[in-house]
């Protein structure tokens, strides 16, 4: 057992665990935060994509010992309110399916976002290589653009 | 409900009894309002709720509507289009809708009062006719009690209360009342005569409204219960690993190597004999043959990362199946094949006679598809509290019915003993419709009594222990007439797997070629080679791959008669159903048949019907064109994908075209990528870095979704597994077009395409 200190989502956290744990079962099982999903445990499929110090990062294969410290931010705290541009815009276009996949897609597109306010295809595709099995990458696509465009004209990251 | 649900109550959960009285205010509380204080998540309560109208509806003071459906999300939508119907005839606001999964338990003490129409609590099945009309009717029953109760308080003609918007008024005397403060007064009237529904052109939401699914906020704030995210009070966490040859039994291990591991609670033993079997008349959806226990060992811990570090170390001894244990894919795949020569087969289809016809220009081909796994996000998981006296269950089952009946038959325990709350499901695609994967956690659950446990599968462990797209091998064989039409085909199917069930048809010789009596002699027939190796549904079941080996080859078939594709298709559909001929000539309109395309690109198509081809004004007709550019070096490019089909009618237009684009992505990676290898009698891809899946990186097309096919019949037919069907001929059929390679097995990934 080891003891870390985390933020997340701005609040000073303290958690004794396997100092082997992934920061992922950190989230889910010792701070109860569902959110970020357990999809592969190899970093292939990006269910598990939080911010760590603002950036995109796949939190399964991170372990507790190396986490201490950290400032993390999961879905649970991409907005205050649920109104990040691309949450608005994920209901408004109908974008997932099943919706287990969309959280780690919404914080890898959110990290994009929060660098490059007019991303190409391309950054998309290399920032977001998250599986989704349902197929919802078109619509992904166009919220991300769509959310960027909102960002420009004056909303908020 | 009553003593019975009081009895399963254990000591463990005493405090959890605390917790749920402050949430609830102190009430009185029975289990179905434990459990749903203790675990909070989008499950109804497992007894009436006071004040509602019916077992499906309740209306708060606040107005907010709650619908309880007895069908899954699990990615299609199903949920939200059952409170759509509902609110058609409700006449309420769309933006107070919310919807839980409705109680099974609650369903076996009432009757069935969720479980009506054709596979009503499939997560596949929103829209069957019969639940339709069953779900209108709800609706409009609830708006005239509404109706009537204003009635009554303001004394005046029911006639002349209008209720639409979550209001009802009375327009002469100004009056007016929200659903809310009307719903407990509507939940006391009897009607006489229940209500006629409204015909179908005088829907004012249905097929007009567009709204996005409702489980949607919650997923984007991550505040979504799936069944792993499922939190229980004191629960504590198991990792799993059975057999890893199918079949297989553990022979030893030594518990005592990782008992003393940090964390670790106990070491389990999974064994079918332990399953006590129901103590009732069975009335699960698919019986119990497909989803037997096997065996295997779960380590259970406090927290999952440790039960899955003791599991590995634990060291285990497993002995093979009784019978062969069949080794690797070639082997496999070689003794399926050897049935076309070997195996009388059961005869399908048969029409004329075709030994008669001889001579004539020959087309003889075979098709192969192979083993692949579902590959839902979402790892398999279940959580289960075991005790004497009963059982309760989250699960995120595809079929709640199933995942019900499958507790009752692990544990013995009598039905109204067995709570079970429907979680949001991360996909399945048809490996959560046998519970299986209820059942595991259940037997998990009952070795350790007492201790809500939360059983999680790794992924190599849902890649290991699959229930398998079903491999087939097709051979077809067709005598051309003078005019270059088929005067006969002969064809067998020969499947591989363990569970026959799975071996549907739909999709082969349901085809209106073999039906329609355009090809006057036909004869088809099925073989199945058993193994070990365990199938199931996998989105589509087998259709899938029917559609790829009767498509190619009538593909080849109007090459070898050098006739156009398309008017091929057309000439052949001609006798049947216009909807097949009208989604042709759409989807070939709309992707630019005909047109001169640069060499290396070409155009191809494919159509097919889920789940009703042989019947006309029925199923979902479904077409696609794929257009495709191949370099020299081989590499393959789909650019553009246009899809028309016709299921009747569509309630929500947005909705369909998301799931058409979403089949046709999956679809691809079917076709493009999957093959999951069978190597040392086990799975070989274990993970997501051997087995590839399209990403938004991967030169996806352009995918268009058209609607002017629909015919306006009023059905409306399930659209999640027709687009995952023609997606693979079409993008085959134009690799033939572009190149002169004509590919007769799947995954592409692994044909050389290069040309020159």
């Keep these: 057992m080891t003891s870390i200190k985390l933020k997340v989502n701005g609040a000073p956290q303290q958690v004794d665990v396997d100092p082997d744990t992934p920061l992922l079962w950190v989230l889910r099982d010792h701070l109860g935060m569902t959110g970020t999903k357990f999809g592969c445990g190899i970093a292939q499929c990006g269910a598990c994509t939080v911010h760590i110090n603002g950036a995109a990062t796949r939190s399964c ?97 | ?33 434990l459990a749903r204080a203790s675990a909070q998540g989008p499950w109804a309560p497992d007894k009436a709720a006071p004040r509602e109208i019916s077992p499906w509806i309740e209306i708060t003071a606040e107005d907010e509507v709650i619908i309880r459906v007895p069908t899954p999300e699990i990615g299609n939508g199903a949920m939200t289009q059952i ?46 006719e019969e639940r339709m009309q069953y779900n209108l009717q709800l609706g409009a029953s609830a708006r005239e009690r509404l109706r009537a109760a204003a009635a009554q308080r303001w004394q005046v003609p029911v006639t002349e209360i209008s209720a639409e918007n979550s209001v009802l008024s009375h327009a002469a005397s100004g009056r007016r009342a929200s659903y809310g403060e009307l719903a407990a007064a509507a939940a006391g009237i009897n009607l006489l005569v229940e209500p006629a529904l409204k015909p179908q052109d005088q829907w004012s939401f249905l097929g007009k409204a567009t709204p996005a699914k409702l489980h949607i906020p919650a997923v984007a704030r991550g505040e979504a219960v799936f069944g792993i995210d499922v939190k229980v009070p004191g629960m504590v966490h198991a990792a799993l690993q059975q057999a890893p040859l199918h079949g297989g039994r553990l022979k030893s291990h030594k518990p005592e190597a990782v008992l003393k591991m940090p964390g670790v609670r106990a070491v389990v033993v999974l064994d079918p004999a332990q399953t006590v079997g129901t103590p009732v008349e069975d009335k699960s959806t698919w019986g119990f043959s497909t989803n037997q226990l096997q065996h ?43 049935l076309h020569a070997d195996d009388p087969g059961k005869v399908l289809r048969e029409s004329g006679d075709v030994a008669s016809v ?68 991360g ?22 009594p007492g201790v809500p446990v939360k059983t999680i599968w790794s992924r190599e462990e849902c890649f290991a222990q699959g229930r398998y797209r079903t491999p087939l091998n097709t051979r077809f064989r067709a005598v051309l007439g003078e005019d270059g039409y088929p005067q006969a085909v002969t064809s067998r199917v020969c499947y591989t797997g363990t569970h ?41 079941p087998c259709y899938n791959s029917h559609v790829f080996t009767v498509e190619t080859f009538i593909d080849e078939c109007a090459v070898a008669a050098g006739i156009d594709p ?158 995952v069907g023609p997606i693979a001929p079409a993008i085959g059929n134009a690799i033939y077009q572009a190149t002169g390679k004509r590919l007769r097995s799947t995954p592409f990934r692994k044909h050389d395409l290069s040309w020159s």
């Design chain 2, 358 to 425: 001889t001579g004539g220009r020959v087309v003889e081909q075979s098709y192969s598809t192979p083993y692949g796994e579902n590959a839902m996000m979402e790892p398999l998981s279940g959580t289960a509290l075991v005790t004497a006296e009963g059982a309760e269950v989250w699960c995120p089952t595809q079929d709640m019915v199933q995942a019900y009946w499958v507790t009752i038959d692990e544990t013995g325990l009598a039905p109204e003993k067995v709570l079970m709350h429907q979680t949001l499901v």
């Design chain 1, 61 to 157: 294969i991170i372990p507790a010992a190396s986490a201490d410290g950290l400032d993390i931010t999961t879905i649970e705290g991409l907005s205050e309110n649920g109104d990040h541009p691309l949450q608005a815009l994920w209901y408004e276009l109908n974008v997932p399916q099943c919706g287990y996949c969309q959280s780690g897609i919404l914080m890898a597109a959110a990290g994009l976002l929060a660098s490059n306010s007019n991303p190409s295809d391309a950054d998309i595709d290399a920032a977001v290589s998250n599986i989704c099995r349902c197929g919802t990458y078109p619509r992904v696509r166009a919220a991300i653009h769509r959310a960027a465009a909102a960002l420009r004209a004056g909303g908020e990251a």
């Design chain 2, 566 to 723: 398309l008017e091929y298709r057309l000439h052949l559909m001609s006798q049947w159903d216009k909807s097949w001929s009208d989604c042709l000539r759409v989807a070939a309109e709309k992707a630019g048949w005909g047109q001169q395309l640069p060499a290396g690109e070409g155009l191809g198509i494919a159509i097919s019907n889920w789940p009703a081809g042989a019947m006309r004004e029925a199923g979902t007709v479904l077409c696609t064109a794929a257009r495709v550019a191949v370099s020299k070096a081989g590499k393959l490019s789909v650019k553009q994908v246009d899809v028309s089909f016709d299921c009747g009618r569509v309630g929500n237009a947005d909705a369909v075209r998301a799931q058409i684009e979403g089949a046709t992505i999956f679809g691809m990676n079917t076709t493009l990528n999957e093959e999951l290898m069978i190597e040392n009698g086990r799975a070989a891809d274990l993970n997501f870095d051997r087995y590839p899946m399209l990403r938004m990186g991967d030169d996806l097309p352009q995918i268009n979704v058209h609607f002017e096919a629909l015919s306006g019949h009023p059905r409306m037919n399930i659209i999640g597994e027709a687009g």
């Design chain 2, 427 to 448: 996909g399945r695609f048809g490996r959560g419709t046998q519970a299986d994967e209820v059942r595991v956690p259940v037997a998990v659950a009952r070795a350790y």
């Design chain 2, 83 to 128: 409170a759509m119907n509902i609110t058609e005839e409700l006449g309420c606001d769309w933006a107070k809708v919310s919807v839980e999964f409705s109680s099974m338990h609650r369903n076996h003490a009432e009757g069935g009062v969720y479980t009506r129409g054709f596979l009503p609590w499939f997560g596949g099945h929103g829209t069957s």
């Design chain 2, 1 to 33: 409900m009553s003593d019975n649900t009081a009895n399963t109550v254990v000591l463990g959960r005493r405090r959890f009894l605390v917790t749920s009285s402050v949430l609830a205010g102190g009430m009185l509380l029975g289990m179905g309002e």
């Design chain 2, 296 to 338: 295997g060992v779960a380590v259970i811990a406090d927290h999952y990362w440790q039960a899955k570090k003791a599991l590995e170390a634990l060291p285990c001894e497993w002995e093979g199946p009784e019978g062969k244990a069949w080794d690797n894919s070639e082997e496999i795949y070689a003794a399926t094949a050897a």
């Design chain 2, 500 to 540: 026959p069930m799975f071996h549907l048809n739909l999709g082969y010789d349901d085809m209106p070629y073999f039906t329609s009596g355009i090809i006057p002699n036909v004869h088809m027939s099925a073989s199945n080679l058993p193994v070990n190796i365990m199938n199931g549904a996998y989105r589509g």
